[in-house]
């Protein structure tokens, strides 16, 4: 069973979100956008999660 949200599999979803999340951090870290730390470490902490799903979901629905 592939789960989808408007024709896209979830895991290729988070897999998009993940992404994007590692650019802000990486941005972020180099300094080449300015935020505050607090910001930089919830964005952290949600790309553990995000990473965590992404990675346990392609495991489930591998065949």
Do not use: E
Request: glycine share 12%; proline share 0%.
């Amino acid at each position: 069973m592939i789960m989808r949200i408007g024709g896209i599999s979830l895991v290729q979803l988070l897999g998009i979100i993940n992404f994007l999340l590692l650019l802000f951090q990486l941005s972020s870290g180099q300094h080449w956008i300015q935020v505050k730390i607090g910001m930089h470490r919830k964005v952290g902490l949600a790309l553990v999660a995000t990473a965590s799903l992404h990675g346990f979901l392609a495991i489930v629905t591998a065949n």
